[in-house]
């Protein structure tokens, strides 16, 4: 859930700008996710989307 994000990413307002892809997640933050959840950092690293 959003809120079992929270020590990794930070407040809950800032949890769902990420999975709402309006914020990009920091390196701290990839790698908290890493460290805490197993996640590939390779799958979290990609390059940002550009906007139209």
């Given at each position: ?27 701290p ?13 390779e799958?979290?690293i ?7």
């Open positions: 859930t959003p809120k079992d994000l929270v020590p990794a990413i930070g407040r809950l307002n800032r949890v769902y700008e990420i999975l709402n892809r309006k914020r990009p997640l920091t390196l933050m990839i790698w908290k996710l890493h460290e805490k959840l197993g996640i590939p950092a799958c979290l990609q390059p940002p989307k550009a906007t139209v």
